[in-house]
């Protein structure tokens, strides 16, 4: 059964909101899908409890990779850093949400940092996660200064984690909403496994793309491990990844890995 | 001896039409030579012949003797046989924007050359973003970055499997990183730590403490990293824009291959095309800047924006192939003979660049002539310094005023100079010439050839053939109507009127050419086809009767007696003298009465006139002449015991010249010799200290003055003029005139002397000494000598009066 008024049912969407590119990817992603469903967008920023707790070691040292500073941690630095960064994301989330006429909703939810434990803890038809772990990454710091964007360019690129599930198909269509612009284009990941019917599945996928009028381009995952789906997206530059919360390669990896390996946001579709 | 009156054939030099065989100028050849100016084409031909510095010319005669048409005609001849010189294009200067280059090519390759760069600018725009946008730059730039990602995370990941087996984990914070023990994945807080036996916190601070070091060193590595792929970007990016260049300067290299200069200025320009490629990249929407109230504002640290970059200021360029150029500056400001730079308002600040550099007069005449006004030259600020500076330093340096004078701090340019290989001619009156000659030493150097225009010629049968020539090619030139034989001749004697002299002719074409155009006006009126001498006759009276109301006013005066002229009767101690009244464009005679007054002085002639400051010092001089005359003529051995005194009757302006000399002492004599003059006799004529009647100026508008008074009154027959003999040849006299004379109405006398003069003017022998030294009894002569005599020997009587009074009062006192 393919549904056909996703638009009718998907009226929250959720978004983490994170200073870095990937993070302002998926605010991006999320805010013009959030006007193209009409749906409620609502940014979530994480103050991560593990910073507040560790704070009171006296041997530990914050160091700055930029300034190559170094300061000991102290819990009161912290709470203000983070309250700060929170205000900053918030501001981001407004600017965003009125450049293209949404309804928003902003909150600052302290617990571990993680998609996973976000993807657990929020109820939302969609889920748009940009850098959320907890783990230091060179990815998180961008090496040059992002570029201002612009909420009416294009994605350039949508790549779709196509299965035989119900949520998969309301991914396909979640990423088909997105690609009204015909300089986007979709991509449909196939996984790569004997047990699955490709060709059903194709035309499965191929079905609801035509309900679009939609071109798509299908592309078999080399294996069924994390490295597969980094191999693609890698070098076919892939804007944004969209895929249903339960797909078996995201829960064999681990969310948090995905988003970690990963140079561009996902979007989870329940 | 009786003095004869002047024969009528005297008093106007005619010019028979009879000589002339055409019936009108319309027949004549076109007169392609010069006439009456001789030594000016020898000097225009050497000036302009001769290439050595500072051999400029100038061209000095008064204005209107066409100096202009002259010098400009032979510079064009020359001109025409000399190369095209080469074009000139300022260029931006990548190294010092501020000092533009100047490029130096063949005559209309600068046209070229700016097509050429417009056009590899609009190739840039497609051409770099192309290259740039490709599957290969895309890929190859990302490559670079990722392994420096993967580089830096390879080294954290090291230092996070590290702390992992440690049970320590490295996590963000919101300005860095940190290290913090964990237990089942969430980080120990200090009550938790503190729980730990001591053994293990210690454990924990040394292994946190070492991976802190690892950290650290990881960190102090990374911006080498950093570095490291910028430059393999820098790298990339200058060899991905090089190769979309590369073939498109090539090309105009191939076009350009015998133009060294262009060849060194277009690697300049791949260079820097490779350095800035950037700007070649931006959208649409990015090239404008932002925008206040509609203006934008200009882009910071951007310099001379892309397009304007690499554009060629074709500031000189030559597309014809008529030979080195002829220019006249009619306005020559400092900006209009050397150039400028112009600045655009943005914002209030004055931008400027090397495309706004314009050419004076000096760059477009450069190689070729310039011909100038001096004294408009001269009537302009540092114009003429400009102008010096420029020749003295064989180049042209545009430097503005405001920046020569410091007087605007301002973003300025100073553009590289342009060597100067130019004749320049300047235009000007004499006295400008000779001033300049004697307080500008400068001026010598630079200005070695003197063009010298004559304003009169030789009048012979050849030259009124020539002048009649003249005419016919004026009239041509200025599209007028063609004179008949008579008409010419009667332009022809007007021309030695104007003058003032039968035996030569005025080279002033423009006064020529308005008697022209004016008698063509009269012949229109009179729907004649062809001018006539009567339309001649017309012109000239019509343009004396538009000036003349002065005049009338004053003979007017005369004839109602408020002006005081006699002009018949004897009165002793007067005459009638002629002086003239020069009101710019018109001249005129009047009769002025001059008396004389005197008695026993102490040699003293006092002339009025100087007393009240209203004589010139020419006029003194004539006047201190008539002392040394008196006492060396009638009392060289004894002294002059004489005060007289002179005056102007009824002048109220100033009096200059000594034109009037001699009827001064004509009036002292007569004074003297107590002997009335003839007033029905006008005098004019100066006199030297021998007694001899010398030349002066305006002879026939001061007999003309006196006519005109006694016409009025009434012709008697005794009324007449006395001239200087040597003043004959000048006589060139009005028509009715003549004929008044020609009936014996009226006399016009030339004499030598004061003895002839005073014979007309008293109708007494003037004398001269005998055998015995002494003057003949009864003669005028004789009547001065011996008043002159009295006087003396009274003063004499006098002094040794005074004396015999004086020794009696010094012996009293003794």
């Known amino acids: ?270 | 001896m009786a003095i004869e009156q002047l024969k009528p054939d005297c008093l106007y030099q005619h010019c028979d039409p009879k000589q002339f065989e055409f019936r009108t100028t319309a027949e004549l050849e076109d007169l392609t030579e010069v006439i009456g100016q001789p030594r000016a084409v020898d000097s225009v031909r050497f000036g302009i012949g001769i290439r050595h510095k500072g051999y400029n010319l100038f061209a000095l005669g008064p204005t209107g003797t066409g100096k202009h048409a002259l010098v400009k005609r032979y510079a064009a001849e020359q001109a025409k046989t000399e190369p095209l010189p080469p074009d000139w294009c300022y260029v931006n200067n990548f190294q010092q924007p501020h000092k533009p280059r100047m490029l130096s090519m063949p005559p209309g390759q600068g046209v070229k050359l700016e097509r050429d760069m417009e056009q590899l600018i609009e190739d840039l725009h497609a051409a770099i973003p192309t290259v740039f946008e490709s599957d290969e730059y895309r890929t190859r730039s990302q490559a670079i970055e990722e392994e420096l990602t993967e580089k830096k995370e390879q080294a954290l990941h090291e230092i996070q499997a590290n702390a992992e087996k440690k049970q320590i984990a490295l996590i963000r914070t919101p300005t860095g990183f940190t290290l913090a023990p964990v237990r089942k994945g969430e980080a120990l807080g200090q009550e938790d730590f503190e729980s730990l036996p001591e053994k293990e916190r210690e454990r924990i601070e040394r292994d946190t403490e070492e991976l802190q070091e690892q950290l650290r060193r990881m960190l102090q590595e990374a911006p080498k990293w950093d570095k490291e792929v910028r430059d393999r970007m820098s790298d990339l990016n200058r060899e991905m824009a090089a190769s979309a260049i590369s073939h498109l300067i090539d090309a105009l290299r191939d076009a350009y291959r015998e133009l060294t200069e262009v060849i060194n200025y277009l690697d300049e320009v791949e260079k820097d095309v490779i350095g800035n490629f950037r700007h070649f990249l931006r959208h649409e929407e990015e090239k404008h800047g932002l925008q206040v109230l509609g203006i934008e504002l200009p882009q910071r640290d951007e310099g001379i924006q892309v397009d304007k970059r690499y554009r060629i200021n074709a500031f000189i360029t030559h597309e014809s192939h008529d030979g080195a150029p002829v220019t006249y500056e009619d306005h020559p400001s400092y900006n209009n003979l050397i150039g400028r730079v112009e600045h655009r308002a943005e914002l209030g600040a004055l931008i400027t660049d090397y495309t706004m550099i314009r050419p004076g007069a000096l760059h477009r005449a450069n190689g070729g002539y310039l011909i100038l006004d001096v004294l408009k030259v001269l009537m302009q600020p540092f114009a003429w310094e400009g102008l010096k500076r420029a020749l003295q330093a064989g180049e042209i340096r545009i430097e503005s005023l405001a920046q020569l004078m410091s007087l605007v701090s301002t973003v300025s340019l100073e553009p590289e100079p342009i060597p100067l290989d130019i004749k320049v001619i300047l235009l000007g009156e004499p006295h400008i010439y000779y001033l300049l000659s004697m307080f500008d030493p400068e001026f010598k150097e630079l200005f070695k050839v003197a063009v010298d225009f004559d304003y009169r010629m030789d009048r012979t049968p050849e030259t009124q053939q020539l002048y009649a020539r003249l005419i016919g090619t004026l009239v041509q030139q200025e599209d007028l109507r063609h004179l008949d034989r008579s008409a010419v001749a009667r332009v022809i004697e007007h021309s030695a009127r104007l003058l003032e002299d039968g035996e030569k002719l005025l080279t002033h074409t423009r006064s020529l050419t308005d008697i022209l155009r004016e008698a063509d006006f009269w012949a229109t009126q009179h729907d004649h086809k062809t001018v006539t001498r009567e339309d001649v006759q017309q012109a000239i009276d019509a343009r004396t009767y538009r000036v003349d109301r002065i005049r009338e006013h004053i003979q007017d005066e005369i004839r109602r007696g408020t002006l005081m002229i006699d002009t018949a009767g004897q009165k002793t101690g007067q005459v009638n003298g002629l002086s003239v009244l020069d009101l710019g464009n018109f001249i005129f005679g009047r009769p002025s009465r001059i008396t004389a007054r005197v008695r026993m002085g102490d040699g003293e002639v006092v002339d009025i006139e100087r007393e009240v400051e209203l004589g010139g010092p020419i006029h003194s001089k004539g006047v201190f002449i008539l002392s040394a005359f008196l006492g060396t003529r009638y009392l060289h051995d004894r002294p002059l015991a004489l005060s007289a005194s002179l005056v102007f009757e009824q002048s109220y302006g100033e009096v200059e010249g000594d034109s009037a000399s001699s009827a001064e002492l004509y009036a002292l004599l007569s004074a003297l010799a107590d002997t009335p003059i003839h007033q029905s006799m006008a005098v004019t004529g100066s006199v030297n200290q021998q007694g001899e009647i010398q030349p002066i100026g305006g002879v026939n508008e001061k007999i003309e003055g006196f006519f005109d008074i006694c016409n009025v009154r009434g012709l008697t027959g005794d009324q007449g003029v006395i001239i200087p003999a040597t003043n004959v040849k000048h006589l060139m006299l009005r028509e009715d005139v003549c004929e008044a004379v020609e009936a014996g109405k009226f006399a016009i006398h030339a004499i030598d002397t004061v003895d002839d003069g005073i014979e007309l003017l008293t109708g007494i022998p003037a004398g001269q000494r005998d055998d015995g030294g002494l003057f003949p009894e009864g003669s005028i002569n004789r009547r001065v000598e011996d008043t002159l005599t009295r006087y003396s020997e009274t003063m004499q009587a006098y002094a040794s009066k005074g004396r015999k009074g004086n020794s009696g009062n010094d012996k009293a006192s003794s």
Request: a negative charge.
């Open chain 1, 1 to 270: 059964m393919i549904p056909v008024t996703e638009e009718a049912t998907m009226r929250h969407i959720v978004v983490t909101l994170d200073a870095s590119e990937t993070g302002r990817s998926a605010l991006e992603t999320a805010v013009r899908l959030a006007a193209i469903l009409n749906a409620e967008l609502e940014g979530v920023f994480v103050e991560d409890i593990n910073l507040i707790r560790l704070a009171g070691l006296p041997f530990l040292r914050e160091v700055r990779p930029w300034s190559l500073g170094e300061e000991s941690v102290s819990a009161q630095r912290m709470q203000r850093e983070l309250r700060t960064m929170a205000r900053h994301a918030e501001q981001m989330l407004e600017q965003a949400a009125r450049e293209m006429g949404v309804h928003w909703s902003f909150q600052v939810w302290r617990g571990p940092a993680g998609a996973e434990t976000l993807a657990q803890n929020f109820v939302a038809d969609i889920i748009s996660l940009g850098g959320v772990s907890a783990l230091a990454s060179w990815r998180m710091w961008a090496t040059t200064r992002p570029r201002t964007r612009r909420f009416r360019e294009t994605l350039a690129s949508i790549s779709v984690l196509f299965s035989d599930s119900e949520q998969a198909a309301r991914a396909l269509t979640t990423a088909c909403n997105l690609a009204k612009d015909p300089a986007t284009s979709v991509t449909v990941l196939l996984p790569n496994n004997r047990a699955v019917d490709l060709p059903a599945l194709k035309e499965k996928a191929r079905a609801i793309l035509d309900l679009h009028g939609l071109p798509a381009r299908f592309v078999q995952l080399s294996g069924s491990g994390l490295q597969s789906l980094v191999q693609v997206t890698g070098t076919s530059g892939v804007s944004i990844l969209i895929a249903e919360t339960e797909h078996p390669l995201l829960l064999q990896a681990g969310l948090d890995q995905c988003l970690e390996v990963l140079s561009c946001p996902v979007l989870l579709v329940r």
